[in-house]
């Protein structure tokens, strides 16, 4: 269709996508049976079949399962390179990508297999590609600020790799308060900081986020709307949301896409961005995710336009290479 291609044609920018959430069953399947590990489903098919949920938690139950076939550095690489082919074909010319390095430290995979081979692809997709990239490593707030801080540490030998820190998996109970030490040592290292927030969880977090964490963007975020100060505060100090529509309508954040917020936060000025989260497990990557937020909420040619200037301008790319994609 014609608004098809008009996404196609317009270049674009990833700021939220957790690599362990682009694993493809079929890539899934290939790598574990090579790992000779068995996963807890026959088939592709029935793997797929699980792919039902009715909250955040459903979700990332089977994420980590998923995760467990990942095992040596070719691993992390070809996940990562099936990634960056993808959303090559997409046209997506910057990704600011996150992992979850507990997902794997946790299961005896070490920090370096793991960045190392995530590395390597993105390397590789900018030299082929040209695809420009940061690297963001993400905590996992269900475990504890003392396990982060041990996360912190395995890091420090990448620091020139990694640009900053993230906060993802179970948002309800688990606020941004539990973090703020590990953050404020995490920007002592030079890190960038954003986190998840207002995904499921109240306003009140997106508050914390900005106010004990001092993240430069939320993720998510899409419960904003039920602060008016809190949206001053975000449009005045022109803090972007990483919004994630295809993810949000999987996770029952909202019922239907006839319900996402991002058009009324366009018009309400606050720097609203696009992005496919976890694409393998909700079936949409870039693309999809603009196309059908488009076609939902009849967004005009402009507010598409807008969307993926906004991702350059959230993005961590310097003044001069963001100033040639805006
Ligand atoms: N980890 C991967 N995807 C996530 C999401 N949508 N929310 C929180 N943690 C995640
Ligand atoms: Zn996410």
Not at 72 to 84: G, K, S, V
Not at 88 to 108: G, K, W
Not at 120 to 138: D, H, P, R, T, V
Not at 207 to 227: P, Q, S, T
Request: hydrophobic share 40%; aromatic share 10%.
């Amino acid at each position: 269709s014609e608004l098809k291609n008009i996404i196609q044609g317009i270049p674009k920018a990833e700021l939220h996508l957790h690599i362990e959430g682009s694993f493809e069953p079929e890539l899934m399947f290939k790598i574990a049976q090579r790992n000779q590990i068995t996963l807890p489903y026959k088939s592709i098919a029935s793997l797929k079949k699980a792919y039902k949920f009715n909250n955040l938690q459903e979700f990332l139950d089977i994420y980590y399962a998923g995760a467990q076939a990942l095992l040596h550095e070719q691993d992390f690489f070809d996940l990562t390179w099936a990634y960056l082919k993808k959303v090559h074909s997409q046209n997506v010319i910057h990704v600011e990508l996150f992992f979850d390095p507990q997902t794997h430290t946790d299961r005896r995979v070490p920090f370096p297999i793991v960045i190392t081979g995530i590395h390597k692809a993105l390397e590789k997709a900018k030299s082929e590609f040209g695809i420009s990239y940061k690297l963001i490593m993400s905590y996992l707030r269900h475990l504890s600020e003392e396990e982060a801080f041990k996360t912190l540490e395995s890091s420090l030998p990448f620091k020139h790799i990694i640009d900053g820190v993230g906060l993802d998996s179970s948002e309800l109970g688990n606020p941004p308060s539990k973090f703020q030490r590990v953050f404020k040592a995490s920007a002592q290292q030079g890190y960038q900081l954003v986190a998840h927030a207002g995904e499921e969880g109240p306003s009140a977090y997106i508050w914390e986020a900005l106010d004990l964490l001092k993240v430069v963007r939320i993720d998510h975020g899409n419960r904003c709307l039920d602060d008016d100060a809190l949206v001053k505060r975000l449009v005045e100090e022109k803090i972007p949301l990483t919004l994630c529509p295809t993810s949000n309508v999987a996770l029952k954040v909202i019922q239907k896409m006839e319900e996402h917020p991002v058009s009324e936060m366009l018009k309400k000025g606050i720097i609203a961005t696009i992005h496919s989260d976890d694409p393998a497990y909700f079936g949409g990557y870039m693309n999809e995710n603009y196309y059908e937020t488009a076609k939902a909420l009849h967004l005009t040619l402009d507010q598409i336009q807008q969307l993926a200037v906004n991702a350059f301008k959230a993005s961590w790319l310097n003044a001069d290479a963001k100033q040639k994609r805006i």
